[in-house]
């Protein structure tokens, strides 16, 4: 009888660890907090595979997807400027409403959370 409750303790405990892992990835995952970065020879792979893609036509696809990626790069390094100075216009306006103290509190938040930011374009202000 005692190891009928130590295995149905086990159990429950291991299944709520799968269960709590896998409820947690697909937090993180459709959250927006872990996201893969576009491999774009696997989406030319699988377009390939799925559309039944002539060799001609891969390589024609890749390529589209290369000179797509340069002019994503492109319009980010153009568009970039404007969200930060969007960025920093808003942090300016939180900041007229603190008191001394929660300022440096909030640019000390402003700080950490943009060293976790992957890089790239910015999101919305904080």
Known sequence: MKQRAYLYFISTFLLGAVV??????????????????????????????ELELSDQQAGQLS???SDSAK???????????????????????????????QVQKFDELIRKRRARQPPGPPGPPH
Do not use: C
């Open 71 to 101: 002019k994503y790069d492109q319009l980010h390094s153009q568009v970039r400027p404007q969200f930060e100075a969007l960025r920093e216009e808003t942090d300016n306006q939180i900041r007229q409403i603190l008191t001394p103290e």
């Open 20 to 49: 709590g892992a896998v409820g947690l990835f697909l937090y993180a995952w459709y959250g927006g907090h872990w996201h893969r970065p576009m491999d774009r020879g696997r989406i030319v792979r699988d377009l390939s595979k």
């Open 63 to 65: 390529q589209i997807m």
